[in-house]
């Protein structure tokens, strides 16, 4: 049996009750490292599941939602290791009425891309979901939510998601 570990945040902070540091992350990362973990993202796992393409000995998956400015640190981090992550991008703050400092350009997600990390699709406006199909049990928002981040993530990087 193959057991991958997927790792799961929201980007580099040192407020909250469990803060994750540039140097936090660091150290556990160069653990993973140290124990011979590989990166793998989404298209490589569906491969794996359903072609039975091969897999590194020790995979490994570093996903963040959001499309925080601390990813580039994160990228960073994952890249001295010699890893990338998953990042899934909801698109309704990368609108040019909603920027804030806070938030990626589409240009740096784009660098994202190009030093290997995958990137899916997570909304638009980050509702949530069980409370959107209560509200629309047509599903009309929710498909509207879908496809919409899915043609902007399309229309700016020229990557069809599906994740």
């Not at 057991?3 to 990362?29: E, K, N, W």
């Not at 995958?118 to 498909?143: F, M, R």
Request: charged share 20%.
């Amino acid at each position: 049996m193959t057991r991958i570990p997927i790792t799961m945040c929201h980007g580099l902070s040192a407020q909250g009750d469990f803060p994750l540091t540039a140097d936090h992350l660091d150290q556990l990362v160069r653990i993973a490292h140290d124990l011979s973990f590989s990166s793998i993202n989404y298209d490589e796992l569906a491969a794996w599941r359903s072609e039975g393409a091969d897999l590194p000995a020790r995979p490994i998956m570093f996903d963040f939602d959001h499309p925080v400015t601390t990813m580039l640190e994160v990228r960073d981090v994952l890249g001295e290791a010699g890893f990338a992550g998953n990042l899934f991008v909801n698109t309704g703050p990368m609108a040019p009425e909603n920027a804030s400092p806070d938030t990626l350009t589409w240009a740096q997600i784009g660098e994202l891309v190009e030093s290997g990390w995958h990137i899916g699709a997570h909304t638009v406006t980050h509702p949530n979901l069980s409370s959107l199909v209560a509200e629309d049990p047509q599903g009309e928002k929710l498909q509207w939510e879908l496809e919409t981040c899915d043609q902007e993530i399309e229309k700016e990087l020229g990557i069809t998601p599906r994740d």
